[in-house]
């Protein structure tokens, strides 16, 4: 077990009664000693602050433990920021307040990480926990729990582009190169498309081959509205990113993963009827050179504005 960089993790929790003691004492559970928690009550309107309190008041004091808790919400990239260029980790972890630890994740995961002194960040796998109860892990492993999957680094890139494929719960940062590169985008709703894309564009990155997160997928989370009816505040975030990598692309096949990615986030944009992301996902797919059959139905569909998000409610 690795001890040598302090990590810090930085859980802003916001309505997270239910589950915030859970994930606290996963942090406290971890046996990587060289830790460091900072817990932001991010305005919850709920009991979240008082269980922050009471989990505080009878936690061992073993590492070093700080809190602040705010009145309003505050834009979740911009405040992961502030806390972030305040601190002197080696390694940073951003813990939300439904998410579990297991014991080893963060000391498997240094290991890792610390073979490459270059790369941006460690990711590794999780189980999601579905609302209905289902269990499943976000890579596909086989009975003997082997990957079923190739985890192929080099190319990682174009597949973020593509589609979803690192479970961010689990990644731990070298924040040095996290820090250097601006960390989140404060303009964005959401985190992980964009910085996932910026880091691997100029630096390595690392996969541990270990389940060291459980993630609770909920119907009222962050990206459990991602395609909110009228109005998603996530897919805006996601066209500005997608056109920030439309800039980062260098190669046709590059453009071609990103055309993917345009097509499947347009669908869901007319779905929901947010019609004017879909348009500015139109024009960027006509950028990207996207001319397959199902994109001009779009197009067609993102031109008439024909609203069939009732059909979409009724079936997610």
Excluded at 200 to 220: E, P, Q, T
Excluded at 243 to 262: D, I
Aim: hydrophobic share 40%; charged share 25%; net charge negative.
């Amino acid at each position: 077990m690795s001890k040598s960089g302090k990590v810090v993790i930085i859980c802003i929790a916001y309505n997270h009664e239910d589950w915030i003691k859970e994930s606290l004492e996963s942090v406290a559970m971890q046996d990587y000693y060289n830790k460091e928690l900072l817990i932001i009550d991010n305005g919850s309107k709920d009991q979240t602050k008082k269980k922050i309190q009471e989990w505080v008041a009878q936690y061992t004091g073993l590492f070093s433990v700080e809190t602040l808790y705010l009145e309003e919400s505050k834009p979740y990239c911009a405040l992961f920021n502030k806390v972030l260029f305040q601190t002197d980790a080696e390694y940073v972890v951003d813990l939300a307040g439904d998410d579990v630890f297991y014991p080893d994740h963060i000391s498997n995961s240094i290991q890792e990480l610390e073979k490459d002194p270059y790369a941006a960040f460690v990711f590794s796998d999780a189980y999601i926990l579905e609302p209905g109860g289902a269990i499943h892990t976000f890579y596909k492993r086989n009975n003997f729990g082997e990957l079923s999957e190739v985890i192929e680094l080099g190319i990682i890139y174009e597949t973020l582009l593509q589609r979803s494929f690192i479970c961010a719960p689990t990644v731990v940062f070298n924040a040095a190169i996290l820090k250097k590169e601006g960390g989140y985008d404060p303009d964005l709703y959401y985190e992980d498309f964009d910085i996932q894309l910026r880091l691997a564009r100029k630096y390595n990155l690392v996969f541990s081959d270990h389940i060291g997160v459980l993630k609770r997928k909920l119907y009222n989370s962050m990206s459990g509205n991602q395609y909110q009816r009228y109005g998603s505040k996530m897919l805006p975030s996601t066209l500005k990113v997608c056109e920030k990598a439309l800039e980062m692309n260098r190669t046709p096949s590059e453009n071609k993963a990103l055309g993917k990615r345009l097509q499947y986030e347009l669908k869901h944009a007319l779905w929901s009827g947010n019609f004017q992301v879909a348009e500015g996902l139109v024009q960027l797919g006509e950028k990207t050179g996207l001319k397959t059959p199902i994109f001009s139905i779009y197009k067609l569909w993102a031109k008439v504005k024909l609203d069939l998000s009732w059909l979409y409610v009724r079936a997610t």
